[in-house]
């Protein structure tokens, strides 16, 4: 099991930058993949940006260039620096995380993000 609490949402002017944060309850290094998610009002959940275990990452085509994720295995965070943001990027952003173990999702509450044009 872990336990996945979000921060550093906010409101941010188009152009700017906000950073992500996701503290997970156990290391990292015994999650199989972390990620974040976004949802926007009226529509559906979609992958943004994810890391495996290994380092891989894999982005949204929309967010690409944009935004980096990453690990802190020392503090077992997972990041999302996000740059250039837009309005269209306003949404609850939410932090995933999948152990094979146990074949089990889990997720955060979520952070709001609102970007203003």
């Known amino acids: 099991q872990v336990q996945l609490v979000e921060s550093g949402g906010g409101l941010v002017q188009a152009g700017g930058s906000l950073r992500l944060s996701c503290a997970a309850s156990?290391?990292?290094?015994?999650?199989?993949?972390m990620g974040w998610y976004r949802q926007a009002p009226g529509k559906q959940r979609e992958l943004v940006a994810a890391?495996?275990?290994?380092?891989?990452?894999d982005y949204a085509d929309s967010v690409k260039g944009r935004f980096t994720i990453s690990r802190d295995t020392a503090r077992n965070t997972v990041n999302l620096q996000m740059n250039n943001l837009k309005p269209e990027d306003t949404a609850v952003y939410y932090c995933?995380?999948?152990?094979?173990?146990?074949?089990?999702?889990?997720w955060g509450k979520g952070t709001l993000v609102t970007v203003s044009s």
């Open positions: 890391i495996t275990s290994a380092g891989s990452t």
């Open positions: 156990r290391s990292i290094f015994s999650i199989n993949a």
């Open positions: 995933h995380a999948f152990i094979l173990r146990y074949g089990m999702d889990y």
